[in-house]
């Protein structure tokens, strides 16, 4: 990968990147903790949002086993753009303006442009893994449309092969979109940078710490997954993961 950078960097003039220390994710966690805490308010109202879109999005799936285990996973796909806002608040705070709700969704909205260029490729990948799901289903299902309890009681026995074919291929999308999406968003919104510039160094950040990065989506996973066990948690874990994006990007672009 590191090679492929390398040959993007004479297309691009990418932001330099650097290496960071292997306990960066516990640090940017607490740093992103104290952040959530300076402006609690419009980042629980982020956090409100995107739980109350999440669970709307699950009660609709929720009789339809590939929607309800897709959207999970198309959630961590899309999760990254709607913390867009919340970077909007941290990037207000540190030019030292007023922070509000209503002041990150303009600042916002006047960067919409590259966003939505993101959003639309970020759609289109989640638009793809669905219908990669729903085929999936149909080949190892026969077609039929089986209820999530007897899939997931399904797992361990005839069904394995599929659990093993579907979870494999849902990681590997996840890693790369989270490798695309790492730190380029909160760049858009610090930056003034196209789409493409800030994927591409986005790519080459989580090239060059791997390890780090590896444990940084893990943590991601753990806590999203905590957040949609408890429901109400999601409202503080988003925030939260969102303040602490930012301080990543800030530590892995100079």
Same mark, same amino acid.
């Given at each position: 990968?590191?090679?492929?950078?390398a040959v993007?960097?004479?297309?691009?003039?990418?932001?330099k990147?650097r290496k960071?220390a292997?306990n960066s994710?516990?640090?940017?966690?607490?740093?992103?903790?104290t952040?959530l805490w300076?402006h609690?308010?419009?980042?629980?109202?982020y956090?409100l949002l995107v739980?109350?879109?999440?669970?709307l999005?699950?009660?609709l799936?929720?009789?339809?086993?590939? =929607?309800?285990t897709?959207?999970?996973t198309g !959630? @961590?796909? &899309? +999760?990254?753009l709607g913390?867009?806002?919340?970077y #909007?608040l941290?990037s207000?705070?540190?030019?030292?303006?007023?922070?509000?709700?209503v002041?990150?969704?303009?600042?916002? =909205?006047?960067?919409?442009g590259?966003?939505g !260029? @993101?959003? &639309? +490729?970020?759609g289109?990948?989640a638009i793809?893994? #669905?219908?990669?799901s729903a085929i999936l289903?149909?080949?190892?299902?026969?077609?039929?449309?089986v209820?999530?309890?007897?899939y997931?009681?399904?797992?361990?026995?005839e !069904?394995l092969?599929?659990?093993?074919v579907?979870?494999?291929?849902?990681f590997?999308?996840?890693?790369?979109v989270?490798?695309?999406?790492?730190?380029?968003i909160p760049?858009?919104a610090?930056?003034?940078?196209?789409?493409?510039?800030a994927m591409?160094?986005?790519?080459?950040?989580?090239s060059?710490?791997?390890?780090?990065?590896i444990q940084?989506?893990?943590?991601i996973?753990?806590?999203?997954?905590?957040?949609?066990?408890?429901v109400?948690g999601?409202i503080?874990?988003f925030?939260l993961l969102?303040?602490?994006?930012w301080?990543a990007?800030?530590?892995l672009?100079?």
């Amino acid at each position: 990968m590191s090679v492929h950078m390398a040959v993007l960097d004479q297309h691009f003039t990418l932001p330099k990147t650097r290496k960071v220390a292997a306990n960066s994710p516990v640090l940017w966690l607490q740093k992103g903790w104290t952040d959530l805490w300076a402006h609690p308010g419009p980042s629980l109202m982020y956090g409100l949002l995107v739980t109350l879109a999440g669970a709307l999005v699950l009660s609709l799936a929720i009789n339809h086993t590939y =929607l309800f285990t897709t959207s999970i996973t198309g !959630f @961590l796909l &899309l +999760a990254p753009l709607g913390a867009a806002g919340i970077y #909007e608040l941290t990037s207000e705070r540190e030019e030292g303006r007023p922070t509000s709700f209503v002041q990150s969704i303009r600042d916002l =909205l006047a960067n919409m442009g590259q966003l939505g !260029f @993101l959003g &639309l +490729a970020l759609g289109m990948i989640a638009i793809a893994w #669905e219908r990669f799901s729903a085929i999936l289903f149909a080949i190892f299902y026969g077609g039929q449309d089986v209820g999530l309890a007897s899939y997931i009681g399904s797992l361990t026995g005839e !069904f394995l092969p599929f659990t093993i074919v579907w979870s494999l291929v849902g990681f590997l999308l996840a890693f790369f979109v989270f490798g695309l999406t790492a730190i380029s968003i909160p760049m858009l919104a610090d930056r003034e940078v196209d789409s493409v510039t800030a994927m591409m160094s986005s790519l080459r950040a989580t090239s060059e710490n791997r390890m780090v990065m590896i444990q940084w989506a893990a943590l991601i996973v753990l806590l999203t997954a905590i957040g949609f066990v408890t429901v109400v948690g999601l409202i503080v874990i988003f925030p939260l993961l969102g303040h602490a994006t930012w301080y990543a990007y800030k530590d892995l672009v100079e």
